[in-house]
């Protein structure tokens, strides 16, 4: 089992969910976060007074799937995201000992599936 982690922009994330939906995917996590990279943020005027910020608005996606999809899953996510400019994001990818479904018991992959 794997978990793919993206750091994505948030104007790609419909294209994403709806590709991964289309894939059959299942049980994406989303949540709004801030963060900087090369990106390094933008520079800003305010009453006269020019100040720059630092965190962007990005989102980041949460999949828990098995091994044998994981590598189609970024695939999809990659095409979706890349606008080919610096802050499209990244994707960390990890492995999973084990995953329980709650309302079964189900472990595993049946737990995932």
Same mark, same amino acid.
Request: net charge neutral; charged share 30%.
């Given at each position: 089992?794997?978990?793919?982690? !993206?750091?994505?922009?948030?104007?790609?994330?419909?294209?994403?969910?709806?590709?991964?939906?289309?894939?059959? !995917?299942?049980?994406?996590?989303?949540?709004?976060?801030?963060?900087?990279?090369?990106?390094?943020?933008?520079?800003? &005027?305010?009453?006269?007074?020019?100040?720059? &910020?630092?965190?962007?608005?990005?989102?980041?996606?949460?999949?828990?799937?098995?091994?044998? =999809? !994981?590598?189609? $899953?970024?695939? &999809?996510?990659?095409?979706? !995201?890349?606008?080919?400019? &610096?802050?499209?994001?990244?994707?960390?990818?990890? =492995?999973?000992?084990?995953?329980? =479904?709650? =309302?079964?018991?189900?472990?595993?992959?049946?737990?995932? $599936?």
């Amino acid at each position: 089992m794997v978990k793919i982690e !993206a750091i994505l922009r948030p104007n790609t994330f419909e294209q994403i969910k709806d590709a991964l939906g289309e894939f059959g !995917a299942k049980g994406l996590t989303v949540t709004q976060v801030m963060g900087c990279g090369l990106q390094k943020g933008r520079t800003e &005027i305010y009453r006269g007074t020019e100040f720059t &910020i630092n965190l962007l608005p990005k989102i980041k996606l949460e999949i828990a799937t098995t091994d044998d =999809r !994981a590598d189609q $899953i970024v695939k &999809i996510i990659c095409e979706k !995201a890349r606008t080919g400019n &610096i802050g499209d994001g990244k994707i960390f990818i990890s =492995r999973l000992d084990d995953a329980v =479904r709650v =309302r079964t018991g189900e472990t595993g992959d049946q737990a995932l $599936i």
